[in-house]
């Protein structure tokens, strides 16, 4: 969750007092989301990490949280398809009632690859210990992983490895930029957020969870599914990951840390 404080999506330094208050010895802080190029940003007043400004900003800021002794992940984002400033929306098609998005080309599909990359290695660069993939929340990567939403007909649409790829290609270029132990990812494939819905909820979970545990990342963040109204009753869908000795590290699930699958 954003705080809506860094003005012109530079860090400022009331954020060294929020952080402190919610670091821990020996905890893990993960950052609001910081956006990864200028045309990322879906609300105003949200930090970057795409500049040396912003990289310089943050110092202090990740200093002040490993002085309290907290391991500090910084949390990347791309907001696709709802944004508010004026130039184009992008997205893994073109639906939404915010203004149009222009539907994503191949080239546009490698810069923001490369805009992650080039993110991580200046968060690397401010100081923080490594970073948090937001692929959750009707942002830009869930907009292409949940077919409620996505209508591609090249590689990054239809089947649902294809509509991870995007995902995984970024997961991918952070690797090989900082290091697979210094990258977590964050996804929610229960929630129905800005027309995320998605026809085989289980099926992405499972697929994603095993697809990142085989590229050894340090964790998942799993949003927790909400309560929905099935058949005229509150009910909570859950997953059950088919192999637990499939999934090879973390899973942060909100209220606790499980190791080596999910009970």
Same mark, same amino acid.
């Given at each position: 969750m954003t705080r809506l404080r860094s003005y012109e999506n530079? &860090?400022? $330094?009331?954020? @060294?007092?929020?952080?402190?208050?919610?670091?821990?010895?020996? /905890?893990?802080?993960? %950052?609001? &989301?910081?956006?990864? %190029?200028? +045309? @990322?940003? /879906?609300? $105003?007043? @949200? &930090?970057?990490?795409?500049?040396?400004? *912003?990289?310089?900003?943050? =110092? &202090?800021? !990740?200093?002040?949280? *490993?002085? =309290?002794?907290?391991?500090?992940?910084?949390?990347?984002? *791309?907001? /696709?398809?709802? =944004?508010?400033?004026?130039r184009s929306h992008l997205s893994s098609s073109d639906k939404l009632n915010y203004p149009t998005p222009r539907t994503l080309t191949l080239e546009d599909i490698s810069q923001i690859v490369n805009d992650f990359r080039l993110a991580a290695r200046n968060a690397i660069n401010a100081g923080f210990d490594g970073i948090e993939v937001h692929a959750a929340n009707g942002h830009l990567i869930e907009q292409f992983l949940k077919d409620g939403l996505n209508d591609s007909t090249d590689k990054y649409g239809g089947s649902l490895e294809n509509r991870a790829r995007f995902c995984l290609e970024i997961?991918?270029?952070? +690797?090989?930029?900082? /290091?697979?132990?210094? !990258?977590g990812v964050r996804f929610s494939p229960y929630l129905d957020?800005?027309?995320?819905?998605?026809?085989?909820?289980?099926?992405?979970?499972?697929?994603?969870?095993?697809?990142l545990s085989k590229l050894n990342i340090a964790y998942l963040h799993a949003v927790e599914p909400r309560s929905v109204c099935i058949d005229g009753k509150l009910k909570i869908p859950h997953v059950t990951f088919s192999n637990e000795k499939s999934i090879q590290w973390h899973l942060y699930c909100g209220r606790g840390l499980q190791q080596r699958g999910r009970q």
């Open positions: 530079v &860090p400022q $330094p009331n954020a @060294t007092l929020y952080y402190t208050q919610r670091a821990t010895q020996g /905890g893990l802080l993960i %950052s609001e &989301p910081a956006g990864v %190029s200028d +045309i @990322t940003q /879906g609300y $105003p007043e @949200t &930090p970057g990490i795409w500049t040396e400004e *912003h990289v310089e900003a943050w =110092k &202090p800021i !990740v200093d002040a949280v *490993h002085a =309290k002794g907290s391991i500090f992940f910084c949390q990347m984002w *791309h907001c /696709g398809r709802y =944004k508010l400033n004026v997961v991918q270029a952070i +690797i090989d930029e900082v /290091g697979a132990d210094r !990258v957020i800005l027309q995320s819905s998605n026809s085989n909820t289980d099926a992405l979970a499972v697929y994603l969870a095993e697809a």
